[in-house]
């Protein structure tokens, strides 16, 4: 059998093999570019303006302040959060609303929420125990639906002022 010979290799195969190699690096990058998780905190609490009450539930608008810390902007199709007061779970809620929110940049987000009359009810038994509860520590996670990034999950937590929030501020 009668081995085959190759000429030298041309100087353009080794530079093709580079190139290529380097737009696959760049496009594994661009395709995996890590999203910091937005920073979500509840702005305000509000009566909802619509909707239908069920016997045990009612309904609030949570206002949640969507701060963006990356450079790019985050468009989002939807949300999910669910609310915890006193360490006890007070509601959820979903929206589908869209929206973009800019890079660097912030929004803020209206998500209706069913509340429990029996966790109302519950917490209205603290105080009637002697608890005093100017200010009620809560707890809130969820999620911000992205169509470009996926689920961005986030998780927040801080301090109510009941007065503030009886009040409508």
């Given at each position: ?11 353009v ?22 999203t ?5 905190t509840?702005a ?118 009941l ?7």
């Amino acid at each position: 059998m009668k081995r085959r010979e190759y000429g030298p290799i041309s100087p353009v195969v080794p530079s093709l093999i580079l190139l290529t190699a380097a737009a696959v690096a760049l496009a594994g990058c661009a395709i995996f570019k890590r999203t910091n998780p937005p920073q979500v905190t509840l702005a305000g609490i509000e009566p909802a303006a619509s909707g239908t009450s069920e016997d045990l539930e009612s309904r609030m608008q949570l206002r949640l302040r969507v701060q963006n810390p990356n450079d790019a902007p985050i468009e989002y199709d939807g949300i999910y959060v669910e609310l915890d007061v006193q360490n006890k779970s007070l509601g959820s809620g979903v929206s589908k609303q869209s929206g973009t929110v800019p890079a660097f940049g912030e929004a803020v987000i209206g998500v209706p929420v069913e509340v429990s009359y029996l966790g109302i009810a519950g917490e209205a038994m603290s105080l009637l125990t002697g608890k005093s509860l100017d200010k009620v520590t809560y707890k809130m996670r969820g999620k911000l639906n992205s169509p470009t990034s996926g689920a961005l999950p986030f998780e927040s937590q801080g301090e109510l002022n009941l007065a503030d929030v009886m009040t409508g501020k």
